[in-house]
């Protein structure tokens, strides 16, 4: 701060993040993706980083620097978080876990006292998630954790976000939870008062900063006179449909990333013909979100749903025919699902939760359902068979002789198979064919026109990039080590941002396509004394 020059901490390859400092500035704890992930802690001057613990996420120094809080899990699908608090020495040694009942638990930060931990946690129901900001004691005394009542406030205010508010003080003890929200298309940071007895909010959200970005990464803490200094990167994050030139078949690399949208709304979810001609994604733009299909060669445009609400579109191979899910969504987020071949849109599936690929003629189409399953849904009775339990983003191949998925074998690690297709007929556990080990993040996969590469993101190298496997040509088993493909190492332009169900990863001939995110900043100081005294 004195001189603002910088000082590199980490060198090695792997995505590190979540730094946080000890209260006497001499030590950063962090989060590492480096020797299978863990949080590691490091000198602020420099030296030799030291792991503390296997598979932490956010740590976070205590007053006064002896633990750190942490949550270890991961985030499943549709963005929800599955994780355990722990707390554990910060020179090292046994973790304890915090509040075991609570199955969906993250974020945690520590009040003033050193005796209490604020922090995220979900109800654990699967229908009606319930999640707020709760605080516990750290005293095994019997004491059960208070519901803050955040959430509901929140809402009330039509404010998103604060996963993992701060507790920040006044010279005369008012507390107040600080943290970063979303209000239309910005987001800022607000405070909310707090008893620093009962633990329940008191009041409403007042706003504190005043920008344009959409996103905000911050750090508070107390200075003299009552006062809080803030830190803030104010971002900017923008989905746009992106390519890479590919001999598909081949698995060779032909140039560099190509842009293909460039709009200041968000554009995910892509769908490509086996050609590489015309390409389905879904937009904001317009203030609703519907799906457009694009020709490439000549980049006209047209929007597919007549009903404003659109999402999640499959193209057939050949590009003739169209589906996509229409909003709003029922009972346990199903959806009508419609299919466009030629002239108007007709309904296809009553009951569909993402449509994740479909035959060249239309007559089936594959649904990832709800819970995790894969169905065969025959378009013209809108009737559905489950051929596939605990199997995600199903994908036919060019031959619709064969189904690649992927599965969560725990929080941390997903696993990509093939296995024979035959239609509505459901498929043994015993069929499945491993193309990854089960070992890594490693899913949705696309195959090659040909059926005998499969390309799927993969973090095995800690970042989220694109892999591909040789298949033999008859029994579909992997032949040869994985294909490292292309690389996403760096945090302006990565894959690992948000909910990968919105990258939408295809495969056409000529070309890769995937929704990339962008994001640009600025870092931003403040000292907020006035609004806390």
Same mark, same amino acid.
């Given at each position: 701060?004195?001189?603002?020059?910088?000082?590199?901490?980490?060198?090695?390859?792997?995505?590190?993040?979540?730094?946080?400092?000890?209260?006497?500035?001499?030590?950063?704890?962090?989060?590492?993706?480096?020797?299978?992930?863990?949080?590691?802690?490091?000198?602020?001057?420099?030296?030799?980083?030291?792991?503390?613990?296997?598979?932490?996420?956010?740590?976070?120094?205590?007053?006064?620097?002896?633990?750190?809080?942490?949550?270890?899990?991961?985030?499943?699908?549709?963005?929800?978080?599955?994780?355990?608090?722990?707390?554990?020495?910060?020179?090292?040694?046994?973790?304890?876990?915090?509040?075991?009942?609570?199955?969906?638990?993250?974020?945690?930060?520590?009040?003033?006292?050193?005796?209490?931990?604020?922090?995220?946690?979900?109800?654990?129901?699967?229908?009606?998630?319930?999640?707020?900001?709760?605080?516990?004691?750290?005293?095994?005394?019997?004491?059960?954790?208070?519901?803050?009542?955040?959430?509901?406030?929140?809402?009330?205010?039509?404010?998103?976000?604060?996963?993992?508010?701060?507790?920040?003080?006044?010279?005369?003890?008012?507390?107040?939870?600080?943290?970063?929200?979303?209000?239309?298309?910005?987001?800022?940071?607000?405070?909310?008062?707090?008893?620093?007895?009962?633990?329940?909010?008191?009041?409403?959200?007042?706003?504190?900063?005043?920008?344009?970005?959409?996103?905000?990464?911050?750090?508070?803490?107390?200075?003299?006179?009552?006062?809080?200094?803030?830190?803030?990167?104010?971002?900017?994050?923008?989905?746009?449909?992106?390519?890479?030139?590919?001999?598909?078949?081949?698995?060779?690399?032909?140039?560099?990333?190509?842009?293909?949208?460039?709009?200041?709304?968000?554009?995910?979810?892509?769908?490509?013909?086996?050609?590489?001609?015309?390409?389905?994604?879904?937009?904001?733009?317009?203030?609703?979100?519907?799906?457009?299909?694009?020709?490439?060669?000549?980049?006209?445009?047209?929007?597919?749903?007549?009903?404003?609400?659109?999402? @999640?579109?499959? $193209?057939? %191979?050949?590009?003739? =025919?169209?589906? *996509?899910?229409?909003?709003?969504? +029922? /009972?346990?987020?199903?959806?009508?699902?419609?299919?466009?071949?030629?002239?108007?849109?007709?309904?296809?599936?009553?009951?569909?939760?993402?449509?994740?690929?479909?035959?060249?003629?239309?007559?089936?189409?594959?649904?990832?359902?709800?819970?995790?399953?894969?169905?065969?849904?025959?378009?013209?009775?809108?009737?559905?068979?489950?051929?596939?339990?605990?199997?995600?983003?199903?994908?036919?191949?060019?031959?619709?002789?064969?189904?690649? @998925?992927?599965? $969560?074998? %725990?929080?941390?690690? =997903?696993?990509? *198979?093939?296995?024979?297709?035959? +239609? /509505?007929?459901?498929?043994?556990?015993?069929?499945?064919?491993?193309?990854?080990?089960?070992?890594?993040?490693?899913?949705?996969?696309?195959?090659?026109?040909?059926?005998?590469?499969?390309?799927?993101?993969?973090?095995?190298?800690?970042?989220?990039?694109?892999?591909?496997?040789?298949?033999?040509?008859?029994?579909?088993?992997?032949?040869?080590?994985?294909?490292?493909?292309?690389?996403?190492?760096?945090?302006?332009?990565?894959?690992?941002?948000?909910?990968?169900?919105?990258?939408?990863?295809?495969?056409?001939?000529?070309?890769?396509?995937?929704?990339?995110?962008?994001?640009?900043?600025?870092?931003?100081?403040?000292?907020?004394?006035?609004?806390?005294?």
């Amino acid at each position: 701060m004195a001189t603002g020059d910088r000082l590199r901490l980490t060198r090695n390859d792997s995505e590190e993040r979540e730094p946080a400092f000890s209260p006497d500035g001499n030590r950063i704890a962090y989060r590492s993706e480096q020797e299978g992930g863990g949080i590691f802690v490091v000198s602020a001057l420099g030296g030799e980083p030291r792991r503390i613990v296997r598979g932490g996420r956010t740590p976070r120094f205590s007053p006064n620097g002896e633990m750190i809080a942490y949550w270890a899990g991961g985030i499943a699908q549709a963005a929800r978080v599955e994780g355990s608090l722990f707390v554990i020495p910060s020179g090292g040694g046994e973790p304890r876990q915090v509040r075991a009942e609570f199955k969906r638990a993250a974020y945690p930060e520590w009040l003033p006292d050193g005796q209490h931990i604020l922090f995220y946690a979900d109800s654990g129901r699967e229908t009606t998630p319930d999640p707020d900001i709760w605080v516990t004691s750290l005293l095994e005394d019997g004491t059960p954790a208070v519901r803050t009542g955040l959430t509901k406030l929140l809402t009330k205010q039509k404010l998103t976000g604060w996963s993992y508010p701060r507790w920040v003080t006044n010279g005369s003890g008012a507390a107040y939870l600080l943290g970063a929200s979303g209000s239309g298309d910005t987001a800022n940071i607000w405070r909310v008062p707090i008893s620093p007895r009962t633990f329940q909010v008191s009041g409403s959200a007042e706003q504190l900063t005043f920008g344009t970005s959409n996103a905000i990464s911050f750090g508070a803490t107390a200075i003299p006179g009552g006062g809080v200094r803030v830190v803030f990167a104010s971002l900017k994050g923008n989905w746009d449909i992106w390519s890479l030139p590919l001999d598909a078949n081949r698995a060779l690399v032909k140039g560099p990333l190509q842009r293909i949208t460039d709009e200041e709304t968000m554009e995910t979810v892509p769908a490509i013909s086996e050609d590489g001609r015309k390409l389905m994604y879904t937009s904001n733009r317009g203030g609703s979100s519907n799906v457009w299909a694009r020709d490439l060669a000549s980049g006209k445009e047209a929007r597919v749903n007549t009903t404003p609400g659109a999402s @999640f579109s499959c $193209i057939s %191979r050949d590009g003739r =025919r169209v589906i *996509y899910t229409q909003a709003p969504a +029922g /009972p346990q987020g199903l959806r009508q699902v419609y299919m466009v071949a030629e002239g108007d849109p007709v309904l296809v599936c009553n009951d569909c939760f993402v449509p994740t690929s479909m035959t060249r003629d239309g007559e089936m189409l594959i649904d990832e359902n709800h819970p995790p399953s894969l169905r065969v849904v025959m378009t013209a009775r809108k009737e559905g068979v489950t051929i596939l339990k605990g199997a995600y983003a199903g994908r036919l191949s060019p031959d619709e002789r064969w189904i690649a @998925f992927h599965t $969560i074998p %725990r929080i941390d690690a =997903r696993q990509v *198979y093939v296995a024979p297709f035959r +239609g /509505p007929v459901p498929i043994e556990q015993k069929e499945w064919i491993p193309v990854t080990d089960g070992r890594g993040m490693e899913r949705y996969a696309a195959w090659s026109p040909d059926g005998n590469t499969l390309y799927f993101l993969s973090e095995r190298d800690g970042f989220r990039c694109i892999r591909a496997q040789r298949l033999d040509p008859v029994s579909k088993h992997p032949v040869g080590p994985p294909l490292d493909i292309y690389h996403f190492h760096q945090a302006r332009r990565s894959l690992a941002s948000g909910d990968p169900v919105n990258i939408g990863f295809q495969v056409a001939v000529d070309k890769a396509v995937f929704a990339l995110l962008e994001t640009t900043g600025s870092i931003w100081l403040t000292d907020l004394s006035a609004e806390f005294r």
